[in-house]
């Protein structure tokens, strides 16, 4: 099944420098967390409980926006300093430059693009043949121009992509954002005559997803008004559409309940190539159910609930055989059972006959050290990138005889290999390879062949030459081994001095794979950093078990990984607690706010990107409800008393000495609120403690809008690591 919008919490800035505090941040505070587990505090002292700092989750507001740009202001100066400015023009070199991958979508006969640069500051949509594609300098055709969308509009669109109407692909949904919300609006597109639609099918900003149905019907699920959209903010009815008939006459399908995370519409392809209507219930984030809306017969538009286990995702159809990957074990009546991690499938129209499955086949169980990174479906293969203690290969599978069978294809191992673009209506695919050290090669991959041929490759932006990228394992409190990466010139002297940047993010089965960065490599290696990338439970390098180890109440262990981590660096001297820096963002922000609250002897920086960080207000600020499958139920005795010892808003102390944090986010994220961020900042200025803050307006949660913002931000970042990791001359 496809057209399936995929969850996620899911790869910047800077601000306030408070200089209330001189404690000596060089202290060893080794109790630190065993202090805020036996003993919370509990904020009492006027104009600094947790009530008194609720008026910061005002987005917009006129004190809330005034207390950022202060902390904004103080913060500049410290930050943008020669090696700042330095980076910056570094970052853009790159980021500007025309010899980045133009990475495309393949549909009839055309390769599709997104592109940005310093001319096309909000990028153009283009497109152009495949054997143009191939050549070194391919002849673009320029389909939708989002600088001269905006200008024309008054808006600072961020553009969200676009989905197109098989098999001519003329007719598109484009989705435009203001300042890079996740919230878009929607826009029918004609590719014909490169024009929207007048009077198509435009929907107003909402979060939510569409699909085509077919040319006359699309398939909605957007905010229909009150009572439409659910506790975390998506949409819990779906609709189907018609042309020439108003959105409030559209036929609702299916709805699901306040409660939920959401419910999306989707499509799924039958025996004879047609398209049936699917209606995807997320009831929590983890746990998922699918719906069939059958259009003719007696039960017409009477939802058919498929019989699968609700921690499963669907992946595409092929052959007639729905491609489903377990996050948990599956038994079914005939007593046949298979494990969580695996790809499996079903015949649709056995399904579709009987609403129920009867047989399952097996694509692939990977072991205990394997996982599965992502899959596509072409007309003559399925396509599955499969990774073995955290390196990557790829394979190729067919299905006869109610048998798979697989193929391993010839790409570079050892890194990351992705599934790039692939169309279930074409045998051409893309197949992208990379690792730290290794720069991005796009391969065009003939499905009916196997036959590949490089198409595109990214330059060396580093010299990588005098590099060496090695890979250790640290022992976690329960023994389990963690592995982590680390990244280094060759010349590298194991003294405990080396700046050292250790990367984590540990949740949401998000793997963090070997990738091949220009900016960490120009902003952080070339200069004689260190880069270390922890592979700590929470996410999916092993699959779905290693994940779940963390999940909710289980939470700890995930911080005693990247502890464990940390620990290693310096026992291997390589690095030192006055030369360990940690950046995360998101729910990897998170796990700095923890870093920062229970192990602070352990870093001398702290980058804190558009975390969350109130742990028991996290579930009522925008998308967040839709998380308690990951963190768990504040408002749970058990679960909330849990999650307030590890909140890092509530767990930090006038007593301890911490480092000089650096919290950056967006005004523009709705998906994680900045009042998260906003929030531990002035707890910090509260207390006392010194800390760097950068709230930027537009960028959404990405935390930028375009490739000027990145680059400043990313400048930023690494201007801050610098001044406080390396040595000065």
Known sequence: MKKLLLLGLCVAALSACQDQSTADTSAPTTTA?????????????????????????????????EKVKGWNDRSAPLMQDDVYTDIKAELLEVYNSPEKIPYVNYRAGKAHNFWQDDKHVKGIWRMTTLDS????????????DIDALAEADGKNWVYKGNACL??????????????????????????????????????????????????????????????????????????????????????????????????????????????????????????????????????????????????????????????????????????????????????????????????????????????????GVTKSAVLLSLYENVSGAAYAFDFSDSVWSKTKLDFPENGNVSIGATNSKEDVAFINTESFLSPDTLWSLDASTMKSETAKSLPNWFDAQTMVSEQFEAVSTDGTKIPYFV???????????????????????????PSYSATIGRAWLERGGVYVSANIRGGGEFGPNWHQA??????????????????????????????????????????????????????????????????????????????????????????????RSISPYHNVRPDVAYPEMFIYTSTKDDRVHPGHARKLAQRLEDQGHSFLYYENIDGGHAGAANLEETAHSQALIYAYLADKLMAKD
């Open 33 to 65: 967390y065993q202090m805020n587990k036996d003993a919370p505090m509990e904020y009492t002292t006027a104009g600094q409980t947790d009530a008194d700092h609720l008026w910061l989750e005002d987005v917009l507001g006129d004190a809330a926006l």
């Open 133 to 144: 594609y191939a050549q070194e300098t391919p002849v673009w055709e320029t389909v939708l």
């Open 166 to 375: 098989a098999p001519d692909y003329n007719r598109c949904i484009v989705s435009l954002s203001i300042g890079g919300k996740d919230a878009t609006e929607r826009r029918e597109f004609d590719l014909a005559t490169k024009s929207f639609v007048e009077n198509g099918f435009n929907l107003d900003e909402s979060k939510g997803g569409t699909a085509w149905l077919d040319k006359d019907h699309l398939l909605v699920g957007v905010d229909f008004g009150e009572g439409t959209m659910t506790d975390s903010g998506y949409p819990l009815v779906s609709k189907l559409w018609t042309r020439g008939t108003p959105l409030s006459e559209a036929r609702e399908l299916m709805r699901g309940e306040q409660k939920d995370v959401g419910v999306w519409p989707g499509t799924f392809e039958n025996a004879d190539g047609g398209d049936e209507i699917l209606i995807v219930r997320a009831t929590t984030f983890y746990n998922t159910e699918y719906y069939w809306i059958p259009q003719s017969g007696d039960n017409a538009f009477k939802p058919v609930r498929v019989p699968v286990p609700t921690k499963t995702n669907f992946g595409g159809d092929f052959k007639g055989q729905q491609l489903v990957t377990l996050q948990e074990d599956w038994t079914l009546e005939n007593g046949k059972t298979f494990k969580s991690g695996a790809l499996v499938s079903y015949s649709i129209a056995d399904f579709m006959e009987s609403g129920e499955i009867s047989d399952v086949h097996e694509v692939i169980t990977p072991t205990a050290r394997q996982s599965i990174g992502n899959t």
């Open 487 to 513: 990244v280094h010139k060759k010349d590298m002297k194991y003294d405990g001095k080396n700046a050292t940047l250790l990367y984590g993010y540990g949740g949401f089965e998000i793997s963090i794979n």
């Open 550 to 643: 963390g999940l909710k109440t289980k939470r700890q262990i995930i911080y005693d990984d990247f502890i464990a981590v940390a620990e290693d660096l310096i026992d291997r001297k390589i690095t030192s607690p006055e030369h360990l820096g940690t950046h995360g963002r998101s729910n990897g922000g998170l796990l700095m706010g923890v870093m920062f609250t229970q192990r602070p002897d352990l870093f001398k920086a702290v980058v804190c990107g558009v975390p969350l960080l109130d742990m028991l207000r996290f579930h009522k600020l925008l998308a967040g409800a839709s998380w308690m499958g990951e963190y768990g139920d504040p408002d749970d005795a058990t679960e909330g008393a849990y999650l």
